[in-house]
């Protein structure tokens, strides 16, 4: 909405600008959460990460796993926008669009920023050398090239999106990115080096199609904001996947944080208005890395069958564990997070007590925050609470007041160790098996 200015009045008080970030390690439900309140704003940008990603929405009984393309992408009405802070594997991204296009829904509305890096099939094999080269300290990553991509651009040789329509420019990049990529397969590595003819023509075959995609996508979402209409970013990975905040080294090489949400979409952060946590009601994690909560027994083994814990990108199972309120209160703090949504309750029916993490104990000492050091981090032992668990059937619950009394209390507890209030809880993988407790569809119109 534009008002009549006088000078000295804020301008930028639409804050119709929403984030969405992953508060575990990944994999909490973003997709499903994005989908729903997706579904009543104008544009869903994604901000960071790639084809690493893996998002779930189950639409009308139906399956959809997202990797590169926001989960926006399948609402009818929201302008879907892959933000300048992604890494774009061309080859996955059209391969996505055919196989969305062939179940019938329209990507024809998707739009790229021209700043985004480009995944080259040379960033995929050096992931994976570099990973075999890490032997025991390997990170576990995705095998896509993420990291390697993200180097090439913090290096300032990396390709991007535009350097396709000017040929000769882009001639050179790849020139100057293989120069030292090739020293590096062929001397240390072993490994054929790339061609930059065929390098270039891998690119441009792609050219065509993305063109008419292409835009300033911060001045797209920033006027979108002026013209008082909604965005919502939805980060992918999570905090403690994140290159800052994470478990460095092993999170991936973005900044899938609220602030990372920023960086990458180009909308300051004085235009969010909520930054929502997407979270487990129990903890899971996929590559390697430190877990205090993790469960080597068959409880970890019964949260993995029943919550169906397998990756979607690399089909790997998920390592699974119990809710960890220090990650939470951590998760919190640094993104600022308004509202949590809590998916996956009801994969915890059925168990008698359960077990939450409230602190860690590392060589005797209490630490009730996130130890400042790793390798405390890494010897940190969880300080469970028990909590007395249901038996109903929670699936059907849409309302708080409709679930069990223990299930009331476990959601209680929760809120209280993550320090911010608890807006949704998910009953179930379906686009309407949410409890609502606090409409942000409506707050989000208000704005
Ligand atoms: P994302 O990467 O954060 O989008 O999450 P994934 O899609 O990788 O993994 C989340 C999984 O949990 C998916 O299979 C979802 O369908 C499923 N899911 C999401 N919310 C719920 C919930 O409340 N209950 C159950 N049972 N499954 C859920
Ligand atoms: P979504 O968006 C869970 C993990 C990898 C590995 C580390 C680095 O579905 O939540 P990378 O390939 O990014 O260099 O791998 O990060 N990882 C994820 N784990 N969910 C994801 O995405 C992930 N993306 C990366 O398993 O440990
Ligand atoms: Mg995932």
């Known amino acids: 909405m534009h008002h009549p200015c006088r000078l000295g009045e804020r301008k930028n008080e639409n804050m119709a600008a929403i984030v969405i970030n992953g508060a575990q390690w990944g994999d909490e439900g973003k997709g499903k959460a994005t989908d729903i309140l997706g579904g009543h704003v104008d544009f869903v940008c994604k ?108 290096n300032r040789i990396g390709i991007r999106v535009q350097d396709l329509f000017d040929e000769s420019i882009l001639r050179q990049k790849v020139e100057g990115t293989l120069r030292s990529k090739n020293e590096l397969l062929v001397k240390l ?121 397998y990756g979607v990108v690399t089909k790997r199972p998920r390592r699974c564990g119990w809710f960890d309120g220090v990650v939470a209160e951590y998760a919190t703090r640094i993104n600022g997070f308004t509202d949590m949504f809590v998916t996956k309750l009801d994969v915890l029916t059925g168990i008698k007590e359960i077990p939450v993490c409230v602190a860690y104990e590392v060589d005797g000492k209490r630490f009730d925050h996130m130890p400042e050091s790793q390798s405390d981090f890494h010897h940190a032992k969880p300080i469970y609470e028990m909590l007395p668990g249901w038996t109903e059937d929670i699936t059907g619950a849409r309302t708080f007041d409709e679930l069990p009394e223990n299930a009331q209390n476990y959601m209680k507890r929760l809120e209280e160790l993550c320090g911010t209030r608890v807006s949704y809880i998910g009953v179930g993988p379906g686009r309407d098996e949410n409890v609502v407790i606090n409409d942000l569809v409506a707050e989000i119109k208000g704005c």
């Open 47 to 154: 901000p960071n990460g790639g084809n690493n990603a893996g998002h779930t929405v189950v639409v009308n009984g139906e399956k959809y796993e997202l990797k590169l393309l926001p989960a926006g992408i399948l609402t009818p009405n929201v302008t879907p926008v892959i933000g300048n802070g992604v890494v774009v594997n061309l080859e996955a991204l059209f391969q996505e669009i055919d196989g969305l296009e062939s179940r019938g829904a329209d990507c024809s509305r998707l739009r790229i920023s021209s700043n985004a890096h480009l995944v080259g099939p040379y960033h995929q094999t050096i992931d994976k050398v570099t990973e075999r080269f890490l032997g025991k300290r390997a990170i576990g990553t995705t095998g896509r090239g993420i990291g390697p991509c993200y180097a090439d651009k913090v």
């Open 189 to 309: 590595y072993n490994r054929p080096a790339f061609d930059v003819d065929e390098m270039v023509d891998y690119f441009l075959q792609y050219r065509d199609r993305i063109a008419p995609m292409v835009c300033d996508t911060s001045l797209l979402l920033n006027q979108a904001l002026d013209e008082g209409k909604s965005v919502l970013m939805e980060g992918g990975q999570a905090t403690m996947l994140d290159v800052d905040h994470g478990t460095y080294p092993f999170v991936t090489s973005s900044n899938p944080s609220a602030g990372g949400a920023c960086v990458g979409s180009g909308i300051g952060p004085t235009r969010i208005s909520h930054a929502v946590g997407i979270i487990k009601a129990y903890t899971t994690r996929v590559g390697a890395g430190p877990f205090p909560t993790e469960l080597f027994d068959e409880s970890g083994e019964y949260l993995r069958e029943t919550g169906h814990e």
